[in-house]
């Protein structure tokens, strides 16, 4: 469970692209904490925006990029991941 649902890597990813959306261009900190860490773990794949990461077009695309690697994966609502690997149990 995560925010009283199930675990889905797909909600994580975007509400992190609405918040890349919505400064993009102002060249502010994302300041998304949880989300980006929690993708990481779950994919194995570390997310390029960290709390105070600057949105500019580089990181943009990096964002992009990682989305499309996470989007190619097969995601279940519900089931735990760690490090890219569906795991059995409680963490």
Known sequence: MYNGGP??????TKSLVQRAFAIR???TPVKMKSVPILLSVWSGA???L???KVMDEEVFQ???NYIDTLAER???R???Y????SVEGPL
């Open 25 to 27: 261009g102002e060249n």
């Open 78 to 80: 519900g089931r735990k």
């Open 46 to 48: 570390k997310c390029p």
């Open 50 to 52: 960290q709390y105070k």
């Open 7 to 12: 675990v889905f890597p797909g909600n994580l």
């Open 62 to 64: 990096q964002l992009m």
């Open 82 to 85: 760690f490090y890219g690997n």
């Open 74 to 76: 097969s995601w279940e």
